[in-house]
């Protein structure tokens, strides 16, 4: 699986390119986008990898100091939203033939090792992305285009909106915490589900309830709660 991954990141969402220009959101340099038609802009030609390599291109923040490098990086994170969002519902198509039916395989695999984690925690996500009234919000530690490349592959696209995906790797997960408070506001209810030591103490540092999921269990626990509305 996680060959998979970085293999759908490198040979659809621009990761080679990318690695070393990683961002916290997607839309974090969508300011640097001039808007322009990229139907038949040619990614492999425009100059944007110097020959040294994307190593000496991005500064420590991520951020490269020319403007027509920028606009280059934003085509880039552009069309990655555009390529998640028409097949969030579709990987295979993504995929195409023989990978799809690999990657179908391999997902039926998982499963049965697993005993339906997959499915017992789409189960939850579902539910809360059933109500007209919540979201679900995806702060994790993996660099932004795996971790896009990875929500596709484990089908968790149509649960989580790319523009509620935050990745970590860079400032941690207290920062990104406090972006989705600035941007949902204070007065909404946030409810952190996880397993790791890091999100449940900044949960406890902003007051927030924190569903621990370190079993099976647990996540079936998380669908009865939001089954009987106690969540």
């Known amino acids: 699986m996680e060959e998979m991954i970085f293999n759908l990141a490198d040979s659809r969402l621009f990761f080679n390119d990318l690695e070393e220009c990683?961002?916290?959101?997607?839309?974090?340099?969508?300011?640097?986008?001039?808007?322009?038609?990229?139907?038949?802009?040619?990614?492999?030609?425009?100059?944007?990898?110097?020959?040294?390599?994307?190593?000496?291109?991005?500064?420590?923040?991520?951020v490269h100091g020319g403007v027509d490098w920028m606009r280059k990086l934003a085509f880039r994170y552009r069309r990655v939203k555009e390529i998640y969002n028409t097949y969030k519902n579709n990987v295979g198509g993504l995929l195409g033939s023989p990978k799809r039916e690999e990657w179908l395989q391999l997902r039926r695999e998982m499963?049965?090792?697993?005993?339906?984690?997959?499915?017992?925690?789409?189960?939850?996500?579902?539910?809360?992305n059933s109500r007209p009234n919540?979201?679900?919000?995806?702060?994790?530690?993996?660099?932004?285009?795996p971790a896009l490349s990875k929500v596709l592959l484990y089908g968790l696209g149509a649960a989580f909106p790319i523009e509620n995906i935050?990745?970590?790797?860079?400032?941690?997960?207290?920062?990104?915490?406090?972006?989705?408070?600035?941007?949902?506001?204070?007065?909404?209810?946030?409810?952190v589900v996880g397993d790791g030591v890091e999100e449940e103490t900044v949960a406890k540092k902003k007051n927030m309830p924190f569903w621990r999921?370190?079993?099976?269990?647990?996540?079936?626990?998380?669908?009865?709660?939001?089954?009987?509305?106690?969540?």
């Open 22 to 62: 990683d961002q916290v959101h997607i839309d974090d340099v969508a300011s640097d986008d001039n808007g322009q038609d990229l139907s038949t802009y040619n990614f492999g030609t425009d100059g944007f990898q110097s020959p040294a390599g994307g190593g000496t291109l991005c500064l420590g923040s991520g």
């Open 111 to 128: 499963e049965v090792l697993t005993d339906l984690w997959l499915t017992q925690a789409l189960k939850a996500l579902a539910l809360i």
């Open 134 to 145: 919540c979201v679900n919000v995806m702060v994790t530690t993996t660099q932004l285009i």
């Open 166 to 191: 935050y990745s970590a790797t860079k400032t941690g997960k207290e920062s990104c915490f406090e972006r989705v408070t600035q941007r949902f506001g204070r007065r909404a209810v946030y409810v």
């Open 213 to 231: 999921v370190t079993c099976r269990a647990d996540l079936e626990a998380l669908s009865h709660a939001l089954e009987l509305d106690y969540l």
